[in-house]
């Protein structure tokens, strides 16, 4: 049972462009999430979170949105840059467990 | 600050032994998290330690265990080692208080079991 989703495995876009990611959720009871980027042979990187009372929260060029009727969260990254090519992994938890359920994450390559 | 410090980066052991793998977390943080990274499973939970107590515990059988001790150090242990172990490990610490849960993440220790 995948609590946490990411549908599209990989993305590819333009540098300079928006970078859209997104993961969706089934349990409803997450309270907390996070985006975070992976390089290969190193640990994930955190990013960005989002806690469940609000809807959108930004930091620099990233920016999370969360829309908890649809259980759905995007990252938007503006503007993409070469060095953003990663595996992004969204992630949940629920009443402040250090306990996170993450999604299968998407690669995201940044094109010249 | 330092960041999380896992030791070995590399591992082998064959099937049938055991592996300890050690995690030093980031000056200040109580909580320890561990997690296996699969191609086919992705990252998942294995437990969670806080003062010396295992707080969390993910869905993995019991030959699966940790510890921490008082200075926040922890370390995992993996006995009877199967083919199907062979994973990244990755240590994670956190601060705690609140609903924020960001976890700081090492590089992991690669363990190959043949």
């Known amino acids: 049972d995948q609590q946490v989703k990411q549908n599209s495995p990989s993305l590819s876009v333009q540098e300079g462009r928006i970078s859209i990611l997104n993961c969706d959720y089934t349990n409803s009871m997450f309270d907390y999430f996070l985006w975070y980027k992976k390089y290969p042979a190193e640990g994930p990187t955190f990013l960005i979170s989002i806690s469940s009372i609000k809807d959108k929260n930004e930091d620099g060029r990233f920016t999370v949105f969360l829309n908890k009727s649809a259980k759905h969260l995007s990252l938007h990254i503006v503007p993409s840059q070469p060095g953003d090519s990663a595996v992004y992994f969204c992630?949940?938890?629920?009443?402040?467990?250090?306990?996170?359920?993450f999604g299968q994450g998407t690669r995201l390559t940044i094109n010249p | 600050k330092a960041g999380v410090t896992q030791t070995p980066r590399y591992l082998i052991k064959t099937r049938g032994q055991q592996v300890t793998l050690s995690c030093s977390p980031i000056s200040g943080h109580r909580s320890v998290s561990w997690y296996q990274q699969t191609p086919g499973q992705g990252l998942q939970f294995l437990f969670e330690y806080f003062s010396e107590t295992q707080r969390n515990k993910g869905n993995f059988p019991g030959r699966f265990s940790g510890r921490q001790f008082s200075n926040s150090r922890s370390e995992m242990n993996v006995s009877t080692l199967e083919l199907g172990d062979s994973a990244l490990y990755l240590c994670?610490?956190?601060?705690?208080?609140?609903?924020?849960?960001?976890?700081?993440f090492g590089q992991g220790t690669r363990l190959t079991v043949v």
């Open positions: 994670a610490s956190s601060l705690v208080g609140g609903m924020e849960v960001e976890a700081f």
């Open positions: 992630a949940a938890s629920f009443q402040g467990a250090q306990k996170l359920v």
